[in-house]
């Protein structure tokens, strides 16, 4: 049969308070981000596998909070009194990255607002070469969101789905559940890769695509 020319689209992810599903794995952690007026000092490390859900619990923060979102590869100083910065170990090594949330920081904090900090890992384990940023970083409280239970995965696998606009029978999740790596990476790789492939070769959303998939995986 011959393949139909497919586009990477984007897909659009729902990133609402409704739209996140809460288990054993990740319940702590919402729990402490949304609490934060609790925070010690006013700041959280919230940290994560890759796909884990902490730019989602992040967004759910911001909407509750009006803090603005900042990526750590494009810092800028913020005039908002919650601010969330994320993915901050990739900025590990980069003085001026690392000169510029030291600042962010300090301002953030020094007028009374609130800090939330994402990354992978917990920060003792990020490479940040300026001393009084890593400083701030290895003492600020850390809650982390551990690789999914079931419920979990079958959460991540639905909504991602869903975020694509498919829906897969409730054998096919089943199926992916029960044969796939117990991890947020691979479950995001796996969706994409069905979509991708049931558009370029017309085919439906079932077992036998899953089946095909994890294979082309495990290689």
């Not at 919402?30 to 925070?39: C, G, H, Y």
Request: hydrophobic share 45%; proline share 5%.
């Amino acid at each position: 049969m011959p393949q139909q020319l497919s586009f990477d689209l984007p897909s659009r992810t729902a990133l609402g308070r409704d739209d996140f599903f809460i288990s054993e794995a990740n319940a702590l952690a919402v729990a402490q981000v949304e609490q934060d007026d609790l925070w010690p000092n006013g700041k959280l490390v919230l940290s994560g596998p890759k796909g884990a859900g902490k730019t989602h619990l992040s967004h759910v923060w911001a909407s509750q909070s009006g803090a603005k979102i900042i990526h750590a590869a494009s810092l800028e100083m913020p005039e908002e009194n919650a601010v969330v910065v994320e993915d901050v170990h990739t900025i590990a090594g980069h003085h001026d990255a690392e000169e510029m949330l030291f600042h962010i920081h300090n301002a953030v904090l020094g007028r009374g607002g609130r800090l939330l900090l994402t990354g992978i890992g917990a920060p003792n384990h990020w490479p940040i070469a300026l001393a009084d940023l890593a400083s701030r970083l290895q003492g600020t409280a850390l809650v982390q969101i551990d690789e999914p239970d079931d419920m979990l995965l079958m959460a991540v696998l639905v909504k991602g789905f869903a975020d694509r606009q498919l829906q897969p029978t409730p054998a096919v999740l089943t199926y992916l559940l029960r044969h796939s790596e117990r991890s947020f990476a691979h479950a995001h790789q796996i969706v994409a890769a069905m979509d991708k492939r049931a558009l370029s070769e017309r085919r439906t959303i079932n077992r036998d695509l899953a089946r095909d998939v994890l294979a082309d995986l495990a290689r």
